[in-house]
């Protein structure tokens, strides 16, 4: 049942404001850009469940608080009117609740599993990655884009080899993803809902094709795959719904993993030295990148019926925003949470692939891509020197908006 956000009035508004004075304080700003970390440290010391005005809604920042909110026990929900991500991608199982969730997400959990990722998509996520590098090698040692030129065409690269659609549609996967994402921030402009709902309808058509031609000749694809299994009772459009979140969660989330373990290492020349010399190491290194600038930042909620969330009552029906940033850097569950460090015991305990319902599906094989990209980057071209970089930032993706590299052997 799709409910509707409750209207907060101006008198709660105040009367929270005054209970929760630095959250009152808190701008989307101190969410999203870089340097204003140190304001969630504040808060999750000081109010860990706050109300946030900015946000019309409630933030959560301590770990434990989250794991609340997400436990598979809260009275917590994504059927919601004003849930941006339903409306742009339309319903399908990261915008569903219960039992229709776990009908939606099952027939993928056997494709997902970790034992069959690297023999069914290993030899691929390297291959994408040395074709994308033969165009970078030539001229490597001068500055390049590693964003625009390997870790986003990598992960539409990659997108595309799972839905099954032919890799000359990279730039049309790429317009699908952008013309989601636009619609996913309310800016009371009709036009992005408008493009994203024309991306719906034609990412849909591809892959009722792709669904029907896959069940003629099978083929290597997560489409073909979940084509070939009847035992599962989903309709064609209902398994193009969980495709169109698989393309769209493995976009930005991939570019952002590969550049910020990448930005990471660099600030820490020993710990790179050690992962090159130890590509073992590359797997807590890619972890503990994750937690400290986790590529979701963000998870969204909201309260099917009134909760109690770190000892704070939360009426039904309103918003509740996790701040994966902030929790990831609870000290009560990370030593010394700012220092990054490739040998941490717990980082994969972060929650930057959520935890409950809803945990990332694609986790094992994110861990793969982002493990395969570092490696053939590394095997073609030796270190890479940070040329210039911002700092990585973002409210719901969070990653280096440029970052320019270049090979540093001579
Ligand atoms: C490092 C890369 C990735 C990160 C950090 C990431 C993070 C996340 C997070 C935080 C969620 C849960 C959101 C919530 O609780 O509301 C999620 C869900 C999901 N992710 Fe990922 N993701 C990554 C890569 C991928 C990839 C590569 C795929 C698919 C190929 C994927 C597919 C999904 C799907 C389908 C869901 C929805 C699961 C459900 O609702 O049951 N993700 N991801």
């Known amino acids: 049942m799709v409910i509707t956000q409750a209207d907060v009035g101006t008198d709660l508004d105040a009367e929270r404001q005054a209970r929760f004075p630095l959250g009152a304080r808190l701008t989307i700003d101190d969410l999203s850009l870089a340097g204003r970390e140190h304001r969630l440290d504040e808060l999750r010391e000081a109010e860990p469940v706050t109300w946030m005005p900015e946000l019309g809604g409630w933030l959560v920042t301590s770990r434990d608080a989250a794991r ?115 619609a996913m921030e309310y800016t009371g402009d009709p036009e992005p809902m408008r493009r994203a709902d024309a991306a719906r309808g034609e990412l849909t058509a591809l892959l009722l094709d792709e669904l029907a031609a896959a069940r003629r000749t099978p083929t290597h694809s997560l489409t073909s795959q979940v084509a070939g299994d009847d035992s599962h009772g989903l309709s064609d459009d209902e398994l193009a719904a969980q495709l169109r979140v698989v393309l769209f969660g493995a976009i930005e989330t991939i570019q952002a993993s590969v550049m910020n373990t990448l930005y990471l290492l660099a600030e820490h020349p020993d710990q790179e030295a050690a992962a090159m010399d ?97 490696t053939a980057l590394w095997d073609r071209l030796g270190r890479l020197r940070v040329v210039d970089a911002t700092e990585p930032e973002g409210f719901a993706f969070r990653k280096p908006a440029v970052m320019r590299v270049a090979a540093a052997g001579g």
Do not use: K
Not at 160 to 182: K, M, P, Q, V
Not at 301 to 307: D, I, K, L, M, S
């Open 68 to 182: 609340e909110v997400l436990n598979p026990t809260a009275p917590m929900t994504v059927e919601v009117e004003q849930n941006m991500v339903r409306n742009s991608l339309g319903p399908m199982m990261l915008t569903s609740d219960g039992e229709s969730h776990d009908a939606q997400r099952r027939p993928f959990e056997a494709p997902f599993r970790n034992r069959d990722i690297e023999a069914r998509y290993g030899e691929r996520i390297t291959a994408l990655a040395h074709r994308l590098i033969d165009a970078i090698e030539g001229d490597a040692h001068e500055p390049w884009n590693l964003g625009t030129r390997f870790a986003s065409p990598f992960a539409v690269l990659m997108a595309g080899e799972l839905l099954g659609l032919s890799l000359d549609d990279t730039e049309r996967i790429d317009g699908f993803y952008s013309d989601f994402a636009g």
């Open 278 to 374: 130890d590509r073992t190491l590359l797997s807590g290194a890619q972890e503990e990148a994750r937690r400290l600038i986790p590529p979701v930042s963000f998870i969204e909620r909201w309260t099917a019926e009134p909760v109690t969330i770190g000892g704070v009552e939360l009426p039904e029906h309103e918003f509740v925003g996790v701040s994966v940033l902030a929790a990831n850097r609870d000290p009560a569950h990370f030593d010394d949470p700012l220092r990054f460090d490739i040998t941490r015991p717990n980082a994969s305990r972060s929650l930057s692939f959520s935890f409950g319902v809803h945990a990332c599906l694609g986790l094992h094989l994110a861990r793969a891509q982002t493990t395969g990209a570092i």
